[in-house]
């Protein structure tokens, strides 16, 4: 049976039909959804059921399962007591026990990042499967930094050229580390290139975020702040996003070089539980390396 893909927006996501992923799909399949993948960046899969095994098993057929390679530096309090973050599976969740949430990211509202943008070498692709959901919310966004990099005006393309930009992160989910009360060398950061040339496509993606993003390189703390909140209006442009409204056993993939992805709030009363998976990535390829080769 031929791969059913339906597109999901203008810019993002298509549904996958047809398949049932507790078996590995065929080589000839996955070379389609390979194709989907790469020209609608977040694939979603309905109606799944999967135990962590077959999770895994297809979620491998991807590339090298990743684990959290950002270890987390050890002064930070924050960054010490919670699960396991080297785990090739995790959980997402409010659920506690103990007192203690049982995954990452637990409660509410999360902004726009690229997932480990704070680490050298950050996950490819993310993998998110839904055992429970809330009543309402807890809606992920997905945006297409292919998009935003094509929809910039030349001046900001010109702006940003060859520069670098600080990405950290402290766990915290819904607002803006202040860099100047801070050390950084306490919490996960690096310094990558504003915008990435994609390793598959060849094509150019933005590589900045609200979340994790903090200082372009080379400008004052005035000018970074204001080229970051003009390039966010380009990068949370709602016209390039697709918003997804969970039902358990939907699995979705994205990838993380060319997309980002933020949560929408929900009832601290409801539980939330998704199983995550990753696959292994490699240095971020600036936009202007290799130019002649891609261009
Ligand atoms: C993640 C993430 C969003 C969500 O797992 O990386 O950002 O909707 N999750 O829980
Ligand atoms: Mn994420």
């Known amino acids: 049976m031929p791969l059913s893909v339906r597109p999901l927006s203008a810019h993002i996501g298509a549904e996958i039909g047809g398949l049932d992923l507790s078996t590995p799909p065929s080589p000839d399949m996955m070379a389609d959804l390979r194709r989907a993948w790469l020209d609608h960046i977040v694939l979603v899969y309905r109606g799944q059921t999967l135990d962590p095994d077959q999770q895994r098993a297809f979620v491998s057929l991807w590339g090298e399962i990743g684990g959290r390679a950002n270890r987390l530096p050890a002064k930070n309090p924050r960054q010490q007591n919670g699960p396991d973050y080297n785990a090739a599976a995790m959980l997402v969740s409010n659920i506690r026990e103990n007192g203690k949430p049982i995954g990452v990211l637990p409660d509410g509202e999360l902004w726009f990042h690229h997932d480990m943008c704070y680490a050298a070498e950050p996950n490819r692709a993310s993998f998110l499967y839904a055992i429970k959901v809330p009543s309402e919310g807890g809606n992920t966004k997905f945006a297409n930094m292919y998009q935003a990099y094509d929809n910039l005006p030349q001046r900001l393309k010109n702006r940003i050229e060859g520069r670098t930009v600080l990405q950290a992160f402290d766990e915290i989910q819904d607002s803006r580390l202040d860099l100047s009360s801070i050390d950084i060398a306490d919490i996960k950061h690096c310094h990558q290139p504003i915008v990435l040339r994609h390793p598959e496509t060849g094509r150019r993606a933005l590589y ?61 009363d409801q539980h939330r539980l998704m199983r995550r998976m990753t696959i292994a990535g490699s240095t971020v390829i600036p936009a202007w390396d290799n130019q002649t080769a891609a261009e």
């Open 208 to 268: 900045v975020n609200r979340l994790m993003s903090h200082r372009v390189e080379g400008l004052s703390d005035a000018e970074s702040d204001d080229l970051l909140d003009e390039l966010y209006t380009f990068t949370e442009d709602p016209a390039l996003t697709y918003e997804h409204v969970w039902q358990p056993g939907d699995l979705l993939m994205w990838d993380n070089l060319c997309s980002i992805h933020a949560r929408t709030d929900f009832p601290k």
